[in-house]
């Protein structure tokens, strides 16, 4: 069974920054995509960041210029959060697809003003 477990999240001041990590576990093949979602009490998920295995990167609005994904190895991907603002508050997801959508448990980050 495959499996995605986050680590990294964290409390921070307002323009401080933040390193998540996800891996996948259980699997040999490479996961066709690696995501952060994230969701708050005031928002619906939403998409943060997607890296693609062929390397193209896509970001939510609201991230780009400030949040970075790399994709390391084969199936460990990486979100660097800088600049973080209190509505970055939330829980983030790691998300992946390999034959099916596969989701992590999620991991807090709590950004203070």
């Known amino acids: 069974q495959v499996m995605l477990r986050e680590s990294g999240g964290g409390s921070v001041q307002a323009g401080g920054s933040l390193r998540l990590s996800c891996s996948a576990s259980?699997?040999?093949?490479?996961?066709?995509?690696m995501a952060w979602y994230r969701r708050s009490p005031e928002k619906e998920r939403e998409l943060v960041a997607k890296?693609?295995?062929?390397?193209?990167t896509y970001y939510g609005d609201s991230v780009k210029g400030r949040f970075t994904i790399y994709r390391v190895g084969k199936n460990t991907v990486d979100l660097q959060m800088r600049h973080l603002k209190p509505d970055d508050t939330g829980v983030y997801y790691c998300?992946?697809?390999?034959?099916?959508?596969?989701w992590g448990q999620g991991t807090q980050v709590t950004v203070s003003s």
């Open positions: 998300n992946g697809y390999r034959s099916s959508e596969l």
């Open positions: 259980g699997t040999v093949f490479r996961l066709d995509y």
């Open positions: 890296a693609m295995s062929n390397g193209d």
